[in-house]
């Protein structure tokens, strides 16, 4: 093979690498039962890529090629331990059986592949914290030093989470399998979550320097592509929805600084329109199903934001009662909370402050910042200044974000 050919066969490993390094390791891990092993049989595969492509040629099926290669260096692997270790024999000799009978990836069977990764990460007898560094590590292909900087901490302890979810996967024998249709709602519900909790992790940081994680929220917005294209269900669709709906405002949100900016100062005319017309058109395929769930309601209150020339044209009427809607369906104290807000907008500053302080007498909300700071807020426009300045302390002490705390000072520097 000439030079040029050689290196256009290590950039075709490349690209295959960068686009489908995770499907590779979805179908491995079916085939070898453990992640580990099939993390470590991916990565010998595309070693030899970049070995025998550039003489023997690439190959027409690049990813069957990667996944019957990883499987058989792991075989040999097991082969070779099974050598001091006689609890691999028998899993050497059931892959060298499996083996024998290869079979070609096709696209369907690596859909099913990728789907059964993202459940069995996502499966509700593992911690939260374990599902989100599964998903990131195994599905979205993040290092652990990534996921511990996305989430602010440190990466030994993101590896342990690791470690004991994978754990966990193989000492209660978790199926490698998409839930049964009777359980899919429920086990889809799981999915959604954790895919929510990184983007809001990247669109709204919970602590640390930084306002937003671009990274972060552009990973869940193609995990909730892939999702949609594995699995077409109205709630996948809200979520996708939800997500580019508020991703299109991004750009807006901090200053170059990086400081905080509300919704009532962004400039609209930078918000992005490809992605309102996107999570827009997918609201409304989500809508006509007729199986709304709350995913969707929430993209339907972004949408009306998102179609608004201004804060003071938006229909606060129609954003009310979205939330009336959502909060029949999934009753929370934070959706109380955002609906108060709606309802200061339709009926004024002082009925929106009377159902926060509700929700405050009632014991709840009392440790989240956005609730004092909403309160803080509404009484500034009232007018009453020392409690407004009493609560916009109280969420100073307990937010750990900077850009909110700096956005907070100001305020009250304002009132002093």
Known sequence: MSEDAAAGAREMVESVYRADSRRVLATLIRLLGDFDLAEEAMHEAFAAAVQRWPTDGIPANPRAWLVSAGRFKAIDGIRRRARFDASLGKLAERLDTEAAQPELPDDDRVEDDQLRLIFTCCHPALSQEGQVALTLREVCGLTTEEIARAFLASAPTVAQRIVRAKAKIRDARIPYQVPARAELPERLDMVLKVVYLVFNEGYSASAGASLIRSDLSAEAIRLGRLLLELLAEPEVEGLLALMLLHDSRRATRATPEGELVLLADQDRSRWDRDRIAEGVALLERALASRRVGPYTLQAAIAAVHAQAPSTEATDWAEI???????????????????????????????????????????????????????????????????????SYRRALELTRQDAERRFLERRLAELA
């Open 320 to 390: 009310a009662a979205l939330y009336d809607v959502l909060l029949r369906l999934e009753p929370s104290p934070v959706v109380e909370l955002n609906r108060a807000a709606a309802v200061a907008m339709r009926d004024g500053a002082e009925s929106g402050l009377a159902l926060v302080d509700a929700i405050l007498a009632r014991g709840e909300l009392g440790d989240y910042h956005l609730a004092h700071a909403a309160r803080a807020d509404l009484c500034r426009r009232l007018g009453r200044r020392e409690e407004a300045r009493a």
